[in-house]
Each structure stands twice: as structure tokens, then as C-alpha cells.
């Protein structure tokens, strides 16, 4: 009996760390999000925040992007062929890329490059005491350094996932016209008219969603970092893994609204 | 005047402060010393509001500390960090113009690097220093420039945590002597928290003595050899054996 009760308890302070855990998240991420509509504004934060995450991410995404277009349009291909579908090749990979792996991969590749990144500098300031300092020069951390990183993150990950669908549909294209024996004007023709608006912007839609997730996961655990090298080692773990684990959750969700 | 009146504070079971109570008047120079662990840090981290403490009141020039405006709170404090604690990202004498560039009544940009190049002048530095980046800074540089950053909008209070931890005994004096001159020039209110026993003597005006979670001696820095205070005596002297425990 108290093997089981022990087993329950153990069972109970888990789920109840859990949703300690996820009630915290919140309310972060809601004191995030009210920094970000009250002044003061930092708009240098937040442009080099734009940069830092979003364009300097481009070389990740879109190389991700381009070997995953090519791919795709190789195993499009090679199903349907077995169809005699072969022509849905150039339609198929414009929307696989744009609704789901541009959004995905792109959102998982900047999880692994920016959460990890923000988690050790915002783990390495607390640790070195610069954000108590922050505050003691009267500057509130979450506004100066949580709010602009989560909206530079929301609004820089739309806008690097449409070059990410760009290009990996134009990785698709290289494959589709130099391998596969496509005609380029009818790979490009048939592209265009199988895509919608909807397909658009739900992609973009998922990125704005993953890049808020992938910023609020690196400030979260970088803001409450352990003590020491240690502690700062583990926020950046879990902020790549909790923000990849997010992402994936997340874009389920999405798709079945989106569906 | 800084009134701290029975505080508590704990971390789980661990009771770090355990009614501790201070008066620091206006002006004056206080120093807490006191083991590792002993909660000197906590206790002004309390002050600012960086911790909240479990009970007891703090009463800085007559206001709560953990009441009213906290921007115009922290406006009357400047502190030096152990570490120094100088945003990497940004160069010195950004740094040291941080405050002055921020706020209500913030400052042109030529404005506060002037100020910033005559405070990082007033502990030392040359003004080509202020275009360099914390990290390119010796230790000792970076305390000075922590210093300057305290100072730059010369608050009516310093605090200053562990000033000497980890520099040479030349630059502990240099260091040591710089907070003496400026805190006696701008007529600041200083507590300071240190184990280094030159630091005490050069700085303090008064010194507490924190064990236990509770203020074992307090008074003027020259009573010091002579309290009889048994945990004092023990503190000074470096002794194993005594009222604190010395774990080997």
C-alpha cells in the first residue's frame, strides 16, 4: 500500500510541478506582453533584437530550407510516380513548404540558434548580477530585455519564413527542372495556380506563433537561470527543448484550426 | 536615514534573516561585515527591493521601501556589484551614462557621455577607456568603472557589495580609498558590505556585525578592538574557536 500511495504521491508532485511550471510560463509571458504595450519603448532594442534573430537566422533557414524543398520534390515525385501523379510535384512541395515545413523546420532551426542564444545571455546576466543591476539603475528587466526580444522574435519570424518558403520552393524547383524533366515555366506556372492566399497566410500565421514561443522559452529560463556555469547550462536546454517540444504542440494546434 | 526594523527573511528552511534591525543615519558610512552566508547581501538586497523580505518594515528617508514609486526609489540609490556587473553588450561609458540616458529627466546623448568621461576621470580612468567594451577591462578597471556608474547620478545613497573581492591589496587601498573620497564629496548615505578588514577601516563610520540572522554589535568603527564582543572579536581575529562555528 505505501509503495503505491509513495508511487501516487510522486505521480501528483509531478503534475502539480507541471502546472506550477505552466502557470509561471504565463504569467511571464503575460507581464512580457504588457511591457510591450506600455511605454517606455526601446526601439533600439528592439531593431537590433530584429536583427540578432531574424536576419542573422537567414543563412540557417534558408539553407534548411533549400535542401528540404529539393528533398521534397524528389519524394514527391518518387510517390507519385507510383500514381502516374507525377505532375502535382511543383503544387505539392509549394504547399507542403508553405503551410507546414517552412513554418516547422524554419521554427525549430531558430529555436536551436535564438532560444539558446537568449537563454545563455539572459542566464549569464542574471548570474553575473547585470539584470539586479538593471534594476537598480531604475530600468525594469522584462521591459528592456524580455519585450523586445518576444516581439522582435513575433515579428521577424513571419518574414524569415516567407524567404524560407521561397527558397525552399525554389529548391524544389532546381531538382524539378535540372533532375525530375520539368519544363521550368510550367513548374513555376503550376506552383502559382495550386496555391491560395489561405495556405499563405496560415504559414505565416504559424511562424508569428513560433517565433513568440521560441523568444518567451529563452527569456524564461535564461531570466530564471540557476546559479553558476551549471545553471546556466541547464536554462539553455530547456529553453531549446521546451521551445521545440512548444513549437511542434503549437503547430498541431494551428493546423487542425487552420484545417 | 535608512531604518531597518526587525526583518526577516528565508529561503525554504534556510532563515537568513532573523529580525535584524539597523539604523543608518544620513551621511554616514556604514559597513556590515560577517561571515559567508550570513545574509549581508540579502539584507541589502531587501533594501532595494530586490528581495522581498517576510516580515519587518525598511524605511528609507521616511518612505516604505517596498511602497510608492519604485522609479523614484531607486533614483536616490547607486550601487556598486561584487562583480561590478557592467553590461557587456554596451561600451564604458555607456555603462557609466546608463541612468542618465533613461528616465523622465534623461539626458542628450553628447550630454551623458560628458558626465560619463568626468566620473570615469573622478575614479581614475582615462577617457579613451569610456569607448572600450567591460570585457577589454582588468578587474580593477571594472570595479572603477562600477564605481563611476554608481556615482553618475550622484544618488544620496551607495551601496557597495564586496568593493575589494578579488583585487590585489594596491588596488583594494586604491579601490577602498576612492569610495572614502567620493562618499565624504558628495555627502552620500554608504553601506557597504565587506569581509576585507582594510575595507572596514578605510570606509566605515560605523559597523554592524551580522550572525545568525541578527545584528550581534553595532558601533562606531573605532570601538572595534575594544567591544568585547565575543562573535566581533572572533570575526576580527580570524580565530577557529569561538561563538561562530568554523567548519573544517
New interface residues.
Given amino acids: 500500500m505505501s509503495m503505491v500511495s509513495g508511487f501516487l504521491a510522486s505521480i501528483g508532485a509531478a503534475v502539480l510541478a507541471f502546472c506550477a511550471t505552466v502557470g509561471r510560463i504565463f504569467i511571464f509571458a503575460a507581464s512580457a506582453v504588457s511591457h510591450m504595450l506600455r511605454p ?1 519603448f526601446y526601439g533600439r532594442e528592439l531593431l537590433a533584437q530584429v536583427m540578432q534573430i531574424g536576419f542573422y537566422s537567414l543563412p540557417v533557414v534558408g539553407l534548411t530550407a533549400l535542401f528540404t524543398g529539393a528533398a521534397l520534390a524528389l519524394q514527391i515525385y518518387s510517390g507519385g510516380a507510383r500514381f502516374s501523379a507525377e505532375s502535382v510535384v511543383p503544387s505539392i512541395v509549394a504547399i507542403g513548404m508553405v503551410r507546414e515545413l517552412g513554418p516547422v523546420l524554419g521554427g525549430l532551426m531558430v529555436a536551436g540558434r535564438v532560444s539558446s542564444s537568449i537563454a545563455a545571455e539572459l542566464g549569464t546576466m542574471r548570474v ?3 539584470i ?2 538593471l ?5 525594469n528587466p522584462m521591459k528592456y530585455l524580455v519585450a523586445p526580444r518576444i516581439l522582435a522574435a513575433t515579428l521577424a519570424m513571419p518574414v524569415l519564413v516567407a524567404v524560407g518558403d521561397t527558397i525552399g520552393i525554389m529548391g524544389g524547383y532546381l531538382v524539378g527542372t535540372g533532375r525530375l524533366g520539368f519544363n521550368s515555366s510550367g513548374y513555376i506556372k503550376n506552383t502559382v495556380d495550386f496555391l491560395e492566399v489561405g495556405d499563405v497566410t496560415s504559414g505565416l500565421a504559424k511562424a508569428a506563433v513560433f517565433g513568440f514561443i521560441i523568444a518567451l522559452m529563452g527569456c524564461y529560463h535564461g531570466y530564471n537561470s540557476g546559479r553558476g556555469a551549471q545553471g546556466v547550462g541547464r536554462a539553455t536546454i530547456n529553453a531549446v527543448v521546451s521551445a521545440s517540444v512548444m513549437i511542434l504542440a503549437a503547430n498541431y494546434v494551428l493546423t487542425e484550426a487552420f484545417f | 536615514m535608512i531604518d531597518i526594523k526587525n526583518v526577516h527573511k528565508a529561503f525554504g528552511d534556510n532563515k537568513v534573516l532573523q529580525g535584524v534591525d539597523m539604523k543608518i543615519a544620513k551621511g554616514e558610512s556604514m559597513v556590515i561585515i560577517g561571515g559567508s552566508g550570513t545574509g549581508k547581501s540579502v539584507l541589502l538586497k531587501c533594501v532595494l527591493g530586490l528581495e522581498t523580505q517576510d516580515a519587518g518594515r525598511i524605511i528609507v528617508y521616511g518612505e516604505e521601501a517596498d511602497k510608492g514609486d519604485r522609479d523614484a526609489f531607486l533614483a536616490r540609490f547607486g550601487m556598486l556589484f561584487q562583480s561590478a556587473a557592467l553590461f557587456d553588450s554596451l561600451s564604458v561609458w555607456q555603462n557609466v551614462a546608463f541612468r542618465l540616458m533613461r528616465g523622465p529627466n534623461k539626458l542628450s546623448k553628447a550630454d551623458a557621455q560628458e558626465i560619463a568621461i568626468e566620473k570615469l576621470r573622478r575614479v581614475g580612468l582615462k577617457p579613451e577607456v569610456g569607448l572600450k567594451y567591460p570585457a577589454e577591462l582588468s578587474g580593477g578597471m571594472q570595479k572603477r568603472v562600477g564605481l563611476a556608474r554608481a556615482i553618475a547620478a550622484e544618488p544620496e545613497i551607495i551601496f557597495f557589495d564586496e568593493p575589494t573581492t578579488g583585487l590585489d591589496p594596491i588596488m583594494s587601498g586604491v579601490i577602498n580609498e576612492l569610495i572614502r573620497e567620493i562618499v565624504v564629496e558628495m555627502g552620500a548615505t554608504a553601506m557597504t558590505i565587506t569581509h576585507d578588514m582594510s575595507s572596514v577601516r578605510a570606509i566605515a563610520d560605523k559597523v554592524a556585525m551580522l550572525h545568525d540572522g541578527v545584528v550581534q554589535w553595532t558601533g562606531p568603527v573605532g570601538n572595534l578592538e575594544t567591544s568585547g564582543n565575543p562573535y566581533l572579536d572572533q570575526f576580527l581575529n580570524g580565530r577557529a574557536e569561538g561563538p561562530i562555528e568554523a567548519v573544517r
Avoid: I, K, R
Wanted: hydrophobic share 25%; aromatic share 0%.
Fill in positions: 517606455p553575473t548580477e547585470q539586479d543591476a534594476v537598480t539603475l531604475s530600468t
